[in-house]
Protein backbone atom coordinates (compact mmCIF):
# COMPACT_ATOMS: atom_id res chain seq x y z
CA UNK A 1 0.00 0.00 0.00
CA UNK A 2 1.22 3.52 -0.92
CA UNK A 3 1.72 6.03 1.64
CA UNK A 4 -0.36 9.05 1.26
CA UNK A 5 -0.91 12.22 3.09
CA UNK A 6 -4.95 12.26 3.27
CA UNK A 7 -7.63 10.26 1.61
CA UNK A 8 -11.25 11.36 1.07
CA UNK A 9 -13.33 8.19 0.68
CA UNK A 10 -17.07 7.26 0.51
CA UNK A 11 -18.06 10.46 -1.53
CA UNK A 12 -21.36 9.64 -3.03
CA UNK A 13 -20.15 12.07 -6.59
CA UNK A 14 -16.73 12.99 -6.87
CA UNK A 15 -16.62 15.83 -9.75
CA UNK A 16 -13.42 16.15 -10.93
CA UNK A 17 -14.45 19.10 -13.92
CA UNK A 18 -12.06 18.09 -16.23
CA UNK A 19 -10.02 20.89 -18.08
CA UNK A 20 -6.18 20.23 -17.73
CA UNK A 21 -5.89 21.47 -21.61
CA UNK A 22 -7.96 24.51 -21.56
CA UNK A 23 -11.58 25.68 -20.26
CA UNK A 24 -14.62 24.13 -21.27
CA UNK A 25 -15.74 25.87 -23.96
CA UNK A 26 -19.28 26.06 -26.04
CA UNK A 27 -21.33 22.45 -26.13
CA UNK A 28 -18.54 21.42 -23.57
CA UNK A 29 -19.21 23.50 -20.79
CA UNK A 30 -20.62 21.24 -18.03
CA UNK A 31 -18.67 18.20 -17.97
CA UNK A 32 -17.72 16.78 -14.28
CA UNK A 33 -16.08 13.83 -15.04
CA UNK A 34 -18.39 11.88 -11.96
CA UNK A 35 -17.14 9.35 -10.16
CA UNK A 36 -19.89 7.57 -8.57
CA UNK A 37 -18.87 6.29 -4.66
CA UNK A 38 -15.60 7.87 -5.48
CA UNK A 39 -12.15 8.79 -3.63
CA UNK A 40 -9.73 11.30 -3.70
CA UNK A 41 -6.07 10.80 -3.26
CA UNK A 42 -4.01 14.02 -1.46
CA UNK A 43 0.06 14.05 -1.03
CA UNK A 44 1.98 17.59 -0.69
CA UNK A 45 -1.01 19.54 -1.11
CA UNK A 46 -1.75 18.18 -4.22
CA UNK A 47 -4.37 15.78 -6.31
CA UNK A 48 -2.69 11.99 -6.18
CA UNK A 49 -5.42 10.53 -8.44
CA UNK A 50 -9.35 10.05 -8.16
CA UNK A 51 -11.21 6.89 -8.25
CA UNK A 52 -13.58 4.36 -6.46
CA UNK A 53 -13.64 4.18 -3.22
CA UNK A 54 -13.11 0.67 -2.95
CA UNK A 55 -9.98 0.29 -5.14
CA UNK A 56 -8.51 3.74 -3.53
CA UNK A 57 -8.81 2.49 -0.31
CA UNK A 58 -7.05 -0.69 -1.30
CA UNK A 59 -4.56 1.03 -2.95
CA UNK A 60 -3.49 4.00 -0.34
CA UNK A 61 -2.71 4.22 3.15
CA UNK A 62 -3.51 7.72 4.38
CA UNK A 63 -1.95 9.78 7.61
CA UNK A 64 -5.66 11.55 7.33
CA UNK A 65 -8.82 9.65 6.46
CA UNK A 66 -11.75 11.16 5.75
CA UNK A 67 -15.13 9.54 5.50
CA UNK A 68 -17.36 11.80 2.93
CA UNK A 69 -20.39 9.74 4.66
CA UNK A 70 -22.34 9.64 1.45
CA UNK A 71 -21.64 13.50 0.29
CA UNK A 72 -20.66 15.04 -2.76
CA UNK A 73 -17.22 16.23 -3.22
CA UNK A 74 -16.26 18.88 -5.52
CA UNK A 75 -13.51 20.97 -6.34
CA UNK A 76 -13.00 24.17 -4.18
CA UNK A 77 -14.56 27.55 -6.10
CA UNK A 78 -12.49 30.28 -7.94
CA UNK A 79 -14.27 33.50 -8.18
CA UNK A 80 -12.68 35.12 -10.47
CA UNK A 81 -13.85 39.03 -9.89
CA UNK A 82 -13.96 40.70 -7.15
CA UNK A 83 -13.44 44.25 -6.13
CA UNK A 84 -11.84 43.06 -2.56
CA UNK A 85 -10.34 44.74 -0.49
CA UNK A 86 -12.44 47.71 0.00
CA UNK A 87 -12.88 49.96 2.83
CA UNK A 88 -16.73 50.86 4.48
CA UNK A 89 -19.97 50.42 3.27
CA UNK A 90 -22.91 52.42 0.84
CA UNK A 91 -26.00 51.41 2.47
CA UNK A 92 -27.38 54.70 2.30
CA UNK A 93 -26.89 55.00 -1.59
CA UNK A 94 -28.66 51.52 -1.74
CA UNK A 95 -31.74 53.29 -0.34
CA UNK A 96 -31.46 55.61 -2.71
CA UNK A 97 -31.83 53.64 -5.53
CA UNK A 98 -34.42 52.00 -3.86
CA UNK A 99 -35.89 55.39 -3.91
CA UNK A 100 -35.64 55.27 -7.86
CA UNK A 101 -31.91 57.09 -8.37
CA UNK A 102 -29.96 54.62 -10.65
CA UNK A 103 -26.09 53.67 -10.29
CA UNK A 104 -24.84 55.76 -13.04
CA UNK A 105 -26.41 58.85 -11.63
CA UNK A 106 -25.24 58.40 -8.31
CA UNK A 107 -21.91 57.91 -9.78
CA UNK A 108 -22.04 61.22 -11.88
CA UNK A 109 -22.81 63.39 -8.82
CA UNK A 110 -19.86 62.29 -7.07
CA UNK A 111 -21.10 59.03 -5.06
CA UNK A 112 -20.83 55.34 -6.28
CA UNK A 113 -17.47 54.28 -6.70
CA UNK A 114 -15.91 57.54 -5.80
CA UNK A 115 -17.40 57.63 -2.54
CA UNK A 116 -16.05 54.30 -1.87
CA UNK A 117 -12.78 55.58 -2.82
CA UNK A 118 -12.59 58.68 -0.20
CA UNK A 119 -13.11 55.99 2.35
CA UNK A 120 -10.26 53.91 1.06
CA UNK A 121 -8.29 57.33 0.90
CA UNK A 122 -9.00 57.56 4.43
CA UNK A 123 -8.05 54.27 5.69
CA UNK A 124 -4.88 53.09 6.93
CA UNK A 125 -3.35 49.42 5.43
CA UNK A 126 -4.19 47.43 8.62
CA UNK A 127 -7.90 49.60 8.32
CA UNK A 128 -8.12 47.98 4.86
CA UNK A 129 -6.98 44.77 6.20
CA UNK A 130 -9.06 44.42 9.22
CA UNK A 131 -11.99 45.12 6.93
CA UNK A 132 -11.42 42.56 4.55
CA UNK A 133 -10.44 39.72 6.78
CA UNK A 134 -14.02 39.09 7.44
CA UNK A 135 -15.82 38.85 4.29
CA UNK A 136 -12.48 36.55 3.07
CA UNK A 137 -13.55 34.23 5.99
CA UNK A 138 -16.66 34.26 5.02
CA UNK A 139 -16.01 33.51 1.25
CA UNK A 140 -13.92 30.68 2.60
CA UNK A 141 -16.87 29.10 4.33
CA UNK A 142 -18.86 29.55 1.69
CA UNK A 143 -16.21 27.24 -0.71
CA UNK A 144 -14.13 29.86 -2.32
CA UNK A 145 -10.44 28.41 -2.69
CA UNK A 146 -9.18 31.50 -4.59
CA UNK A 147 -10.58 34.68 -5.86
CA UNK A 148 -9.51 38.03 -7.59
CA UNK A 149 -8.83 40.65 -6.05
CA UNK A 150 -8.78 44.67 -7.78
CA UNK A 151 -7.35 47.98 -7.07
CA UNK A 152 -9.81 50.63 -8.06
CA UNK A 153 -10.59 52.66 -4.78
CA UNK A 154 -7.52 54.57 -4.79
CA UNK A 155 -7.18 56.04 -8.08
CA UNK A 156 -3.90 57.49 -7.28
CA UNK A 157 -0.92 55.80 -7.35
CA UNK A 158 0.18 55.75 -3.55
CA UNK A 159 -3.45 54.63 -2.78
CA UNK A 160 -3.77 51.58 -5.83
CA UNK A 161 -0.47 50.55 -4.29
CA UNK A 162 -1.58 50.74 -0.39
CA UNK A 163 -4.49 48.41 -2.30
CA UNK A 164 -2.28 45.88 -3.38
CA UNK A 165 0.24 45.90 -0.48
CA UNK A 166 -3.27 44.70 1.51
CA UNK A 167 -4.24 42.18 -1.17
CA UNK A 168 -0.23 40.62 0.11
CA UNK A 169 -1.16 40.48 3.70
CA UNK A 170 -4.72 39.67 3.09
CA UNK A 171 -3.13 36.61 0.74
CA UNK A 172 -0.70 35.58 3.34
CA UNK A 173 -3.22 35.77 6.92
CA UNK A 174 -5.64 33.28 5.40
CA UNK A 175 -6.64 30.33 2.95
CA UNK A 176 -8.20 32.03 0.43
CA UNK A 177 -5.43 32.54 -2.57
CA UNK A 178 -5.57 36.23 -3.92
CA UNK A 179 -4.66 36.94 -7.29
CA UNK A 180 -4.41 40.65 -7.65
CA UNK A 181 -5.39 42.75 -10.50
CA UNK A 182 -4.38 46.57 -10.88
CA UNK A 183 -7.58 49.14 -11.96
CA UNK A 184 -6.39 52.73 -11.35
CA UNK A 185 -8.71 53.35 -14.68
CA UNK A 186 -12.08 52.19 -12.49
CA UNK A 187 -13.16 55.37 -12.81
CA UNK A 188 -12.15 58.96 -13.21
CA UNK A 189 -11.04 60.73 -9.90
CA UNK A 190 -13.02 64.37 -9.10
CA UNK A 191 -9.13 65.98 -9.44
CA UNK A 192 -9.84 64.97 -13.30
CA UNK A 193 -13.42 65.57 -13.51
CA UNK A 194 -14.09 66.53 -17.26
CA UNK A 195 -10.22 65.62 -18.37
CA UNK A 196 -10.74 62.07 -18.87
CA UNK A 197 -7.44 61.99 -21.28
CA UNK A 198 -5.38 63.72 -19.10
CA UNK A 199 -5.90 60.81 -16.03
CA UNK A 200 -5.75 58.09 -18.94
CA UNK A 201 -1.96 60.19 -19.18
CA UNK A 202 -1.44 59.48 -15.40
CA UNK A 203 -2.53 55.78 -15.96
CA UNK A 204 -0.29 55.29 -18.60
CA UNK A 205 3.05 57.31 -17.77
CA UNK A 206 2.66 57.04 -13.88
CA UNK A 207 0.60 54.73 -12.48
CA UNK A 208 1.03 51.51 -14.62
CA UNK A 209 4.99 51.64 -14.75
CA UNK A 210 4.29 52.09 -10.56
CA UNK A 211 2.11 48.62 -11.18
CA UNK A 212 4.85 47.34 -13.30
CA UNK A 213 7.74 47.87 -10.82
CA UNK A 214 5.69 46.87 -8.02
CA UNK A 215 5.31 43.10 -9.65
CA UNK A 216 8.93 43.45 -10.35
CA UNK A 217 9.81 44.00 -6.77
CA UNK A 218 6.62 41.34 -5.60
CA UNK A 219 7.56 38.28 -8.48
CA UNK A 220 3.61 38.55 -8.81
CA UNK A 221 1.88 39.41 -11.92
CA UNK A 222 -0.98 41.48 -12.34
CA UNK A 223 -3.58 41.80 -14.73
CA UNK A 224 -4.76 45.19 -15.76
CA UNK A 225 -8.26 45.96 -16.00
CA UNK A 226 -10.25 48.66 -17.30
CA UNK A 227 -14.31 49.80 -16.37
CA UNK A 228 -14.79 50.45 -20.28
CA UNK A 229 -18.07 51.96 -20.00
CA UNK A 230 -20.19 54.64 -21.72
CA UNK A 231 -19.10 58.09 -19.68
CA UNK A 232 -16.16 56.56 -17.80
CA UNK A 233 -13.59 55.01 -20.10
CA UNK A 234 -14.10 54.93 -24.16
CA UNK A 235 -12.67 52.09 -26.24
CA UNK A 236 -9.69 54.24 -27.72
CA UNK A 237 -8.73 54.70 -23.77
CA UNK A 238 -9.12 51.61 -22.77
CA UNK A 239 -7.01 50.46 -26.02
CA UNK A 240 -4.28 53.03 -24.81
CA UNK A 241 -4.09 51.86 -21.48
CA UNK A 242 -4.37 48.04 -22.22
CA UNK A 243 -1.61 48.33 -25.01
CA UNK A 244 0.70 50.16 -22.51
CA UNK A 245 -0.26 47.51 -19.48
CA UNK A 246 0.69 44.62 -22.15
CA UNK A 247 4.11 46.29 -22.86
CA UNK A 248 4.56 46.30 -19.22
CA UNK A 249 4.34 42.66 -18.96
CA UNK A 250 0.41 42.71 -17.49
CA UNK A 251 -2.02 40.21 -18.21
CA UNK A 252 -5.62 41.76 -19.49
CA UNK A 253 -9.45 42.10 -18.29
CA UNK A 254 -11.75 44.31 -19.04
CA UNK A 255 -14.97 45.04 -17.35
CA UNK A 256 -17.43 45.11 -21.16
CA UNK A 257 -20.78 45.87 -21.77
CA UNK A 258 -22.26 46.29 -18.55
CA UNK A 259 -24.72 49.14 -19.05
CA UNK A 260 -23.94 49.82 -22.44
CA UNK A 261 -22.35 47.46 -25.60
CA UNK A 262 -19.51 49.69 -26.38
CA UNK A 263 -16.90 47.54 -28.23
CA UNK A 264 -14.98 46.65 -25.04
CA UNK A 265 -15.38 42.52 -25.71
CA UNK A 266 -14.74 42.91 -29.05
CA UNK A 267 -11.36 44.86 -27.73
CA UNK A 268 -10.09 42.31 -25.24
CA UNK A 269 -10.51 39.35 -27.67
CA UNK A 270 -8.49 41.46 -29.90
CA UNK A 271 -5.61 42.32 -27.14
CA UNK A 272 -5.67 38.43 -26.36
CA UNK A 273 -7.20 39.73 -22.84
CA UNK A 274 -7.62 36.52 -20.42
CA UNK A 275 -11.18 37.85 -19.63
CA UNK A 276 -13.75 40.07 -20.51
CA UNK A 277 -16.28 40.47 -18.01
CA UNK A 278 -19.63 41.28 -17.16
CA UNK A 279 -20.86 41.27 -20.78
CA UNK A 280 -24.67 42.17 -20.47
CA UNK A 281 -25.10 44.81 -23.70
CA UNK A 282 -22.92 42.32 -25.44
CA UNK A 283 -23.08 43.60 -29.03
CA UNK A 284 -23.80 40.15 -31.92
CA UNK A 285 -20.57 40.70 -33.27
CA UNK A 286 -18.49 40.59 -30.30
CA UNK A 287 -20.22 37.45 -28.97
CA UNK A 288 -19.01 35.65 -32.21
CA UNK A 289 -15.46 37.60 -31.54
CA UNK A 290 -15.77 34.99 -28.35
CA UNK A 291 -16.16 31.81 -30.34
CA UNK A 292 -13.12 32.48 -32.33
CA UNK A 293 -10.57 34.24 -29.54
CA UNK A 294 -8.98 32.97 -26.11
CA UNK A 295 -10.67 35.31 -23.49
CA UNK A 296 -12.87 33.82 -21.84
CA UNK A 297 -16.23 35.69 -21.21
CA UNK A 298 -16.89 36.07 -17.23
CA UNK A 299 -20.56 36.09 -16.33
CA UNK A 300 -21.79 37.92 -12.72
CA UNK A 301 -25.24 37.62 -12.21
CA UNK A 302 -24.98 39.01 -8.86
CA UNK A 303 -24.53 42.00 -10.23
CA UNK A 304 -27.91 42.88 -12.26
CA UNK A 305 -29.74 41.24 -9.60
CA UNK A 306 -27.85 43.44 -6.77
CA UNK A 307 -28.81 46.73 -9.04
CA UNK A 308 -32.73 45.31 -9.60
CA UNK A 309 -32.16 44.79 -13.24
CA UNK A 310 -33.98 42.18 -15.30
CA UNK A 311 -30.57 42.19 -18.10
CA UNK A 312 -28.53 39.26 -17.99
CA UNK A 313 -25.34 38.12 -19.61
CA UNK A 314 -26.36 36.03 -23.02
CA UNK A 315 -24.61 33.17 -21.93
CA UNK A 316 -26.33 30.96 -23.96
CA UNK A 317 -25.42 32.72 -27.22
CA UNK A 318 -22.14 32.86 -25.65
CA UNK A 319 -21.88 28.94 -25.96
CA UNK A 320 -23.71 28.56 -28.66
CA UNK A 321 -20.79 30.73 -30.43
CA UNK A 322 -18.20 28.42 -29.25
CA UNK A 323 -16.91 30.76 -26.23
CA UNK A 324 -15.91 29.84 -23.01
CA UNK A 325 -17.94 30.91 -20.02
CA UNK A 326 -16.96 31.26 -16.53
CA UNK A 327 -19.13 32.62 -13.25
CA UNK A 328 -17.54 35.36 -10.61
CA UNK A 329 -19.10 37.73 -7.74
CA UNK A 330 -17.88 40.76 -8.46
CA UNK A 331 -17.88 41.16 -4.66
CA UNK A 332 -18.55 45.35 -4.51
CA UNK A 333 -19.62 47.76 -1.74
CA UNK A 334 -21.64 49.51 -4.78
CA UNK A 335 -23.67 46.97 -7.57
CA UNK A 336 -23.08 43.63 -5.55
CA UNK A 337 -22.01 42.86 -2.01
CA UNK A 338 -22.17 38.88 -2.54
CA UNK A 339 -19.40 36.43 -1.11
CA UNK A 340 -21.09 33.30 -2.02
CA UNK A 341 -20.62 31.22 -5.38
CA UNK A 342 -23.57 29.39 -4.16
CA UNK A 343 -25.72 32.10 -4.69
CA UNK A 344 -24.05 33.16 -8.12
CA UNK A 345 -24.49 29.21 -9.34
CA UNK A 346 -28.43 29.97 -8.41
CA UNK A 347 -28.65 33.30 -10.07
CA UNK A 348 -26.95 31.06 -13.25
CA UNK A 349 -29.00 28.76 -12.74
CA UNK A 350 -32.37 30.83 -13.56
CA UNK A 351 -31.20 34.10 -15.83
CA UNK A 352 -28.23 32.29 -17.56
CA UNK A 353 -30.16 29.74 -19.05
CA UNK A 354 -27.39 26.94 -17.11
CA UNK A 355 -27.84 23.72 -16.11
CA UNK A 356 -26.20 22.97 -12.57
CA UNK A 357 -23.20 20.89 -13.94
CA UNK A 358 -22.47 23.91 -16.61
CA UNK A 359 -22.76 26.86 -13.74
CA UNK A 360 -20.58 23.99 -11.34
CA UNK A 361 -17.93 24.26 -14.14
CA UNK A 362 -17.92 27.74 -15.30
CA UNK A 363 -17.61 28.04 -11.30
CA UNK A 364 -14.43 25.63 -10.74
CA UNK A 365 -12.40 25.26 -14.11
CA UNK A 366 -13.39 27.81 -16.46
CA UNK A 367 -13.19 30.37 -13.14
CA UNK A 368 -9.35 29.29 -12.81
CA UNK A 369 -8.98 29.71 -16.70
CA UNK A 370 -9.90 33.10 -15.84
CA UNK A 371 -7.43 34.40 -13.78
CA UNK A 372 -4.76 32.47 -15.58
CA UNK A 373 -4.34 29.43 -13.35
CA UNK A 374 -6.06 26.42 -15.31
CA UNK A 375 -3.30 24.30 -15.33
CA UNK A 376 -3.25 24.62 -10.93
CA UNK A 377 -6.06 24.93 -9.73
CA UNK A 378 -10.13 24.73 -10.89
CA UNK A 379 -10.58 20.49 -10.89
CA UNK A 380 -9.53 17.50 -9.11
CA UNK A 381 -6.89 16.20 -11.76
CA UNK A 382 -3.70 15.05 -10.60
CA UNK A 383 -1.31 17.40 -10.32
CA UNK A 384 -3.96 19.88 -9.48
CA UNK A 385 -3.26 21.82 -5.84
CA UNK A 386 -5.78 20.03 -3.75
CA UNK A 387 -8.74 22.28 -3.16
CA UNK A 388 -11.65 20.60 -2.58
CA UNK A 389 -15.24 21.17 -1.15
CA UNK A 390 -17.52 18.09 0.74
CA UNK A 391 -20.81 19.85 0.51
CA UNK A 392 -23.60 18.82 3.36
CA UNK A 393 -25.39 17.05 0.39
CA UNK A 394 -25.10 13.64 -1.92
CA UNK A 395 -26.26 15.22 -5.50
CA UNK A 396 -24.00 17.81 -6.53
CA UNK A 397 -27.46 19.24 -8.15
CA UNK A 398 -29.18 20.29 -4.95
CA UNK A 399 -26.21 23.37 -5.83
CA UNK A 400 -28.19 26.09 -8.25
CA UNK A 401 -31.30 24.45 -7.07
CA UNK A 402 -31.36 25.61 -3.38
CA UNK A 403 -30.39 29.14 -2.20
CA UNK A 404 -29.16 31.42 0.50
CA UNK A 405 -27.92 28.94 2.35
CA UNK A 406 -24.60 27.53 2.81
CA UNK A 407 -24.13 23.67 1.28
CA UNK A 408 -20.82 23.74 2.01
CA UNK A 409 -19.49 21.53 4.89
CA UNK A 410 -15.97 21.02 4.26
CA UNK A 411 -12.87 23.12 2.83
CA UNK A 412 -9.74 21.29 2.01
CA UNK A 413 -7.26 24.03 1.38
CA UNK A 414 -3.84 22.92 -0.70
CA UNK A 415 -4.54 19.49 1.48
CA UNK A 416 -5.30 20.99 4.38
CA UNK A 417 -8.70 21.01 6.61
CA UNK A 418 -9.49 24.47 6.75
CA UNK A 419 -13.38 24.62 7.53
CA UNK A 420 -15.67 21.88 9.15
CA UNK A 421 -14.13 18.38 9.49
CA UNK A 422 -15.73 15.05 9.78
O1 LIG B 1 -18.08 45.80 -11.39
N1 LIG B 1 -18.78 48.92 -12.48
C1 LIG B 1 -17.66 49.04 -12.03
N2 LIG B 1 -17.20 48.45 -10.96
C2 LIG B 1 -17.98 47.67 -10.07
C3 LIG B 1 -18.73 48.46 -9.09
C4 LIG B 1 -17.83 49.06 -8.12
C5 LIG B 1 -18.51 49.93 -7.12
O2 LIG B 1 -19.65 50.40 -7.35
O3 LIG B 1 -17.87 50.17 -6.09
C6 LIG B 1 -18.76 46.65 -10.85
O4 LIG B 1 -20.00 46.64 -10.88
FE1 LIG C 1 -16.53 44.54 -11.38
Not at 90 to 100: C, M, N
Not at 168 to 179: D, F, N, R, S, W
Not at 200 to 217: I, K, R, S, T
Amino acid sequence: MEQIDLLIYGASQVCVVPGVDGPQRGAQLGELGLIVDGAVAVHDGRILQTGYTDDMLRTYQATTAINAAERAVIPGFVDPHTHLPWYGDRAHEFEQRLAGATYMEIMAAGGGIMNTVRQVRQATLDDLVQDNLPRLRRMLQHGTTSAEAKTGYGLETAVELKQLEAMMHLGAAQPVEITPTFLPAHAVPPEYAGHTDAYVDLVVNEMLPAGAAWMAQQGVRLFCDVFCEAGVFDVSQTRRILETAAALGYGLKVHADEFEGLGGTKLAVELGAVSADHLVKTPDADIAALGQGNTIAVGLPGTPFGLGHHEYTPARKILAAGGALALATDLNPGTCWCESMQMVMALACRYLGLTQAQALAAATINAAYAIGRGQEIGSLEPGKQADLLILETADYRQLGYQFGANLVQTVIKKGRVVVGGQ
